[in-house]
């Protein structure tokens, strides 16, 4: 059996290609080729991980057809308008980006938003668009480029590894077009609501029922039987016991005392534009404890944020923080372009002996819960705006849809206010099981367990549409 990896950017890499997922797709015979679009240095990162990878073959760069542009942007605001009648969620359409730079892009956006209203108005619409979208991509150049690789090829199966990029449609709908079996699996827990599904597939890989629901609901057009919960492989690395350190390992190389409590404060990207102010609360308050008993600070920061916004404060504080920075690299320095870093297989290890080894983990809305959650360690979310009239408002941030799967649960504890946050943590680290006892219920209710076997349950689901009529 031979199947094709699409891999549109440095961001799948961790997840599917470090884990078990291509020794288990190997072990069921399949030959694997992969089409990508991330810089040679991930490609000889991944082969010195990976070696029962055939083939790597690159996707050129191109240009979407304007055309196609506008009927994909058209089409997302007009799913999101009705995923936020359906959810009964108004900040849905907080992910449609409105501020834009470049009277082109502006002009665009606003065209779509103009014509998505009226096409929201019928699903039956929005489908044929849909297709036309399909048929102009089936005619890109670049599709017609890599066909004559898939020709070559013949795969069993298509699966791509990010179900929101735009750089797998020609792949995906010449493949398509040919009866080769499509897939894709669905990459992070809060994309489905998001409606940047670019293409159409024949099978689905989801974390949950959950999600599973949510495609249900949300695209009423994909049989039910099509989608396959199978989990993720993203959380298998903290059960591989050869990636654990010790602590007095970890901690004396980054200078961490090994006889403190350790709180990791987990920033996001710049589009959650408060992290700074979140960190120097955090910092002025931990600084008050009284130095014996006093936690220091774990600072990691997000792989994607290079703009400098933390420095001051980690200089102001540097014998209270400590910082252990992602290894997530480029291939030429100073290239910060999402599509160019990847993260080194280093990094895992850091991340997990980060986990390991804190004792609490306190951000904004981080998926970092989830990691600490699955070894069973607290998390702490901050629940107040820094600044007043805020551009983000914490209330509406934990309105978003993925926070809904919380329900009633005590996922995570809550710091409602600055003068909070001292008191919280020191309960967290004396008492964890009162601070967020639910982060288990939570986790199952997220990602089918057990969490190590994920790699095994894609893989079997793969291996049977591969042998089904």
Same mark, same amino acid.
């Not at 007009?78 to 108004?90: G, Q, T």
């Not at 029922?209 to 903290?238: A, C, H, R, W």
């Not at 209330?395 to 799967?405: A, G, I, L």
């Given at each position: 059996m031979k199947i094709i990896l699409i891999i549109p950017d440095g961001v799948v890499v961790r997840n599917y290609l470090y884990s078990d997922f291509v020794n288990e797709l190997t072990k069921r015979g399949f030959e694997i080729y992969v089409f990508h679009q991330i810089p040679n240095a991930a490609v000889a990162e991944i082969k010195s991980v990976s070696h029962d990878i055939k083939e790597f073959n690159f996707i050129p760069y191109f240009t979407e057809p304007f055309i196609a542009r506008i009927i994909r942007e058209v089409v997302v605001y007009?799913?999101?308008? =009705?995923?936020?009648?359906?959810?009964?969620?108004?900040t849905i359409l907080y992910f449609w980006s409105r501020n834009q730079k470049g009277f082109k892009r502006k002009f665009l956006l606003n065209l779509s938003e103009f014509l998505g209203f009226f096409v929201s108005?019928?699903?039956? #619409?929005?489908?044929?668009? +849909? /297709?036309?979208?399909?048929?102009?991509?089936?005619?890109?150049?670049?599709?017609?480029?890599?066909s004559k690789e898939i020709d070559r090829i013949q795969p069993d199966i298509v699966l791509n590894l990010h179900q929101r990029s735009m750089t797998s449609a020609p792949i995906i709908n010449y493949s398509r077009s040919k009866g080769i079996k499509t897939s894709t699996v669905i990459y992070s827990w809060d994309n489905v609501p998001k409606a940047r599904m670019v293409s159409s597939y024949d099978y689905y890989f989801v974390?949950?029922?959950?999600?599973?629901?949510? &495609?249900?609901?949300?695209? !009423? +057009? =994909?049989?039910?039987? /099509? =989608?396959?919960?199978?989990? $993720?492989?993203?959380?298998?690395?903290?059960? *591989?016991?050869?990636l654990h350190l010790t602590k007095s390992e970890f901690f004396e190389k980054y200078k &961490?005392?090994?006889?403190?409590? $350790?709180?990791?404060?987990?920033?996001?990207?710049?589009?959650?534009?408060?992290?700074? *102010?979140?960190?120097?609360?955090?910092? +002025?308050?931990?600084?008050k404890i009284e130095a014996t008993v006093r936690p220091q600070i774990l600072f990691r920061i997000n792989p994607f944020d290079k703009s400098g916004r933390f420095n001051s404060i980690l200089e102001q504080y540097k014998n209270l923080v400590f910082v252990v920075n992602p290894d997530w690299r480029t291939e030429n320095e100073g290239d910060d372009n999402f599509i160019n870093i990847f993260p080194s297989y280093n990094d895992i290890s850091l &991340?997990?002996? $980060?986990?390991? %080894?804190?004792? #609490? #983990?306190? *951000?904004?809305?981080? $998926?970092?819960a989830h990691d600490f959650a699955v070894m069973n360690k607290p998390c702490l979310y901050f629940n107040y705006d820094p600044e007043v009239?805020?551009?983000? !408002?914490?209330? +509406?941030?934990?309105?978003?849809? %993925?926070?809904?799967?919380?329900?009633?649960?005590e996922a995570v504890g809550w710091i409602n206010t600055k003068l909070e946050i001292a008191a919280k943590i020191l309960k967290a680290i004396e008492e964890p099981n009162q601070t967020g006892k639910d982060r288990t219920k939570w986790m199952e209710l997220i990602v089918k367990h057990p969490l190590n076997e994920n790699s095994n349950n894609l893989a079997n689901e793969l291996e049977k549409t591969c042998t089904s009529v």
């Open positions: 007009a799913r999101l308008l =009705i995923n936020k009648k359906k959810l009964k969620n108004e108005k019928s699903y039956g #619409v929005i489908l044929f668009l +849909e /297709k036309k979208y399909f048929n102009l991509m089936l005619k890109t150049n670049v599709a017609q480029e890599l974390w949950s029922e959950l999600m599973k629901n949510d &495609l249900d609901l949300l695209y !009423p +057009e =994909i049989d039910s039987k /099509k =989608i396959k919960v199978v989990g $993720t492989p993203q959380f298998e690395f903290y059960f *591989n016991k050869k &961490l005392d090994v006889n403190k409590k $350790t709180i990791c404060f987990s920033s996001n990207d710049t589009s959650s534009p408060y992290d700074p *102010n979140y960190l120097k609360d955090l910092c +002025e308050e931990i600084s &991340l997990v002996n $980060t986990v390991l %080894h804190s004792d #609490v #983990v306190v *951000n904004l809305g981080s $998926t970092m009239n805020s551009k983000l !408002p914490v209330k +509406e941030v934990y309105q978003f849809q %993925h926070f809904r799967s919380m329900n009633n649960l």
